[in-house]
């Protein structure tokens, strides 16, 4: 019976002592999920929703635009068109705070049931094209908007682990 009692005292410590996320941290995370479920239900809008009014975005053809107008339009563009029922899935490798109100997110992703592909880009070996997506959100009041938004398509030579 002690030891039963010793070893549920050392588990609650390891528990208690374990590094919670901020709320920050929680945040972020948030909009991330948020990313995904608008983007599988085709909704620019709401995938637009955390995008700061004058953020830069980089797609993965390369093409720039800057503000949260043609971010929206263009996402509601590829959505009605070649994205139009694909499924988004992401996976965050990296969460890392610059400073408190600065957070460079990146993020695997991967596209499934793509209608036509862009000129340069290809799916790997299951249909899916890869992407790393590169983030920078930063603290705005009390909400985070992301600010860079650079995406860039992984070979199919270039190992890259699943997201789940």
């Known amino acids: 019976m002690n030891y039963l009692r010793i070893f549920a005292i050392a588990l609650a410590a390891t528990i208690a002592a374990a590094p919670q ?4 941290e929680i945040a972020i995370r948030n909009i991330i999920q948020e990313e995904i479920t608008a983007w599988n239900a085709g ?3 709401a995938y637009s929703r955390h995008f700061a009014a004058e953020g830069t975005f980089t797609n993965v053809r390369g093409q720039f635009f800057t503000g949260r107008q043609a971010f929206m339009d263009r996402h509601d563009f590829v959505f009605k068109g070649q994205f139009h029922g694909s499924t988004l899935k992401q996976d965050i490798v990296s969460l890392k705070f610059v400073r408190p109100d600065v957070a460079v997110v990146e993020v695997l992703t991967s596209v499934t049931g793509i ?5 340069g880009t290809s799916t790997d070996d299951k249909g899916r094209l890869r992407t790393r997506l590169l983030q ?5 009041g009390a909400e985070w908007k992301i600010v860079a938004y650079h995406n860039t398509d ?6 890259a682990p699943d997201p789940q």
């Open 115 to 119: 209608q036509k592909l862009s000129p």
């Open 43 to 45: 909704d620019a809008a």
């Open 21 to 24: 996320p901020s709320s920050d």
């Open 154 to 159: 992984v070979k199919s030579d270039v190992p």
């Open 136 to 140: 920078v959100i930063v603290k705005d």
